[in-house]
């Protein structure tokens, strides 16, 4: 008996009339008899009787429409099951420690607060941010943009101008604005070889025959304005940094800005990841 003839048994049933059964169903009145039919066909005994212009459910009748409600029920159920469990799917985003720190934060508090979607967060690099959106880990992510991100589905969060941190008490910490020759000679605090920002850090300095010499080497935002703070150096970060104690940020001309995108596949979102998406861009007027 295929359950579609069992809904329409039991939505029959219920009415007794063929006619008000079939808009129940917005289905048309042949296709709903046709429909009983097939089902009293399969039963091998007939499931209604006419009276005059009433009709009645035969024994069987009544053992099916009992059968076709269960059944009915029975779907319901499972398939509202099925959703809560998808609704209670956690949404994973990943992000990079200083998105974390400095740009997220807002964003992810609006969702918790607004929201009962469970949400998973997982500190990953650019690329192995990526590859978690590519296997579908993860559902959203955030990241600095790169022109190979053509595949993915992008929307720019925020734009930081490069900062030099330098501690206080240095000379530099009072000037208004500095350009890559205040860093000349000077003991710097940089992220390790292999890294997008040593790179173009190296490439610019290079470019404008500025000597540089590397002083510490530390990976992540927090540990470089540490350092700087110890006095060990100075370090270019992004804009989007809190300084620490003891350090000052001054808008550094000569490289690029850096764009954080929100990313995720193409072909958009599910309702919770859009409103996830939706949290984080609330906060990119006061970003940026």
């Not at 039919?37 to 399969?42: D, G, M």
């Not at 959703?83 to 400095?102: K, M, T």
């Not at 929201?115 to 690329?127: A, G, K």
């Not at 080497?217 to 992004?238: Q, R, T």
């Amino acid at each position: 008996m295929r359950s579609d003839w069992l809904a329409a048994f039991a939505v029959f049933a219920e009415h007794l009339n063929f006619t008000h059964a079939a808009a129940a169903m917005h289905m048309s009145q042949p296709a709903l008899h046709a429909q009983v039919t097939r089902l009293s066909e399969a039963v091998g005994a007939p499931l209604y009787t006419r009276q005059g212009r009433a009709l009645y459910l035969t024994p069987a009748g009544l053992e099916v429409a009992r059968f076709a409600r269960q059944d009915v029920a029975r779907r319901h159920e499972f398939l509202d099951q099925l959703h809560q469990r998808r609704r209670s799917a956690p949404i994973i985003l990943a992000a990079g420690q200083g998105a974390y720190l400095y740009i997220l934060g807002a964003g992810i508090e609006r969702f918790r607060a607004t929201h009962q979607v469970p949400l998973r967060l997982w500190t990953l690099d650019r690329q192995r941010c990526l590859d978690a959106l590519g296997s579908g880990r993860a559902q959203l992510g955030v990241t600095v943009y790169d022109e190979d991100m053509e595949r993915w589905e992008v929307t720019t969060l925020a734009r930081y101008e490069p900062m030099l941190a330098v501690p206080s008490e240095h000379p530099l910490a009072t000037e208004p604005r500095l350009t890559l020759e205040a860093l000349r000679d000077q003991p710097l605090v940089v992220p390790p070889p292999g890294s997008a920002l040593r790179q173009q850090l190296s490439l610019a300095l290079s470019a404008r025959s500025v000597p540089w010499k590397v002083e510490v080497e530390a990976s992540g935002w927090p540990l470089m304005l540490h350092f700087v703070a110890l006095g060990l150096g100075l370090a270019v970060v992004n804009g989007c940094c809190v300084a620490p104690k003891g350090v000052a940020l001054v808008p550094l001309e000569g490289l690029a800005s850096t764009r954080y995108v929100i990313v995720h596949q193409p072909g958009g979102c599910d309702d919770a990841t859009e409103a996830l998406k939706k949290c984080l861009m609330a906060q990119r007027a006061a970003l940026g």
